[in-house]
């Protein structure tokens, strides 16, 4: 079982620039999360996504910030004109719905400079 | 709302000492409560977990920890670390199925 692929793992952009990652949950993950952290700071949560319905929105995310999950499996979260305080990784995880609690399980994240 | 505090921003411990790294947490129910570890430029991985039952949860590389439910805390411990435990670890806590909410992290250095 495969864990959760995130891709690219860096992206330089000029501000200004629209960028786009995207995230592969583990296979049959139900529930799939955003999170950005910058240097110094613990993950802040975004979005989260069961199946394709986008249940969750946090306040961090400005309407230049999109994301989707149009079939239930993969994401993509689109920045669009970005400035220089959206320099951070973004983080996506998964999880199973079912089970105890709600372990997430993290992919290697994507770092975003903005220059 | 939910939240986490870890007090320590930085500790160092000698290499095969033992380590308690401190984590409070804030919900107004039974908590889901996690330890993830990250090293530089990575994802977090999950180190343990408490669901319920038996306040002394094992976690994978020689870490466990306790709940304490009269303290609100979940504090991590490991009676000897080494060296390739230098990383930052952070604590979350959630309500069951929902987001989970992180501390911002303590950073462990381990010096020889």
């Known amino acids: 079982d495969t864990g959760v692929s995130q891709d690219p793992r860096h992206k330089i952009t000029k501000r200004g620039q629209n960028v786009t990652f995207r995230c592969d949950p583990i296979?049959?993950?139900?529930?799939l999360y955003w999170y950005r952290q910058t240097l110094g700071q613990g993950p802040e949560f975004l979005t989260y996504?069961?199946?394709?319905?986008?249940?969750?929105k946090s306040r961090l995310l400005s309407d230049r910030f999109s994301a989707e999950r149009p079939k239930g499996s993969f994401s993509t979260l689109e920045i669009q004109r970005t400035e220089q305080g959206d320099s951070a990784m973004y983080l996506c995880?998964?999880?199973?719905?079912?089970?105890?609690?709600?372990?997430?399980?993290f992919g290697e994240g994507s770092w975003l400079t903005v220059v | 709302a939910q939240s986490v505090t870890q007090p320590d921003i930085h500790i160092t411990v000698s290499e095969g000492a033992s380590l308690e790294l401190r984590c409070n947490y804030s919900y107004g129910a039974t908590p889901y409560l996690f330890w993830y570890v990250q090293s530089p430029g990575q994802g977090l991985q999950l180190l343990l977990k408490?669901?319920?039952?038996?306040?002394l949860v094992q976690g994978i590389k020689g870490f466990e920890a306790e709940f304490k439910r009269s303290q609100s805390s979940f504090n991590l411990r490991k009676p000897s670390v080494h060296w390739s435990d230098a990383a930052e670890y952070f604590c979350a806590v959630s309500g069951g199925y929902q987001k989970v909410t992180f501390g911002t992290g303590t950073k462990l250095q381990v010096i020889p």
């Open positions: 408490y669901f319920s039952g038996d306040t």
């Open positions: 996504f069961q199946n394709e319905a986008q249940l969750e």
């Open positions: 995880a998964s999880s199973p719905l079912g089970g105890q609690g709600n372990t997430i399980y």
């Open positions: 296979s049959e993950h139900n529930r």
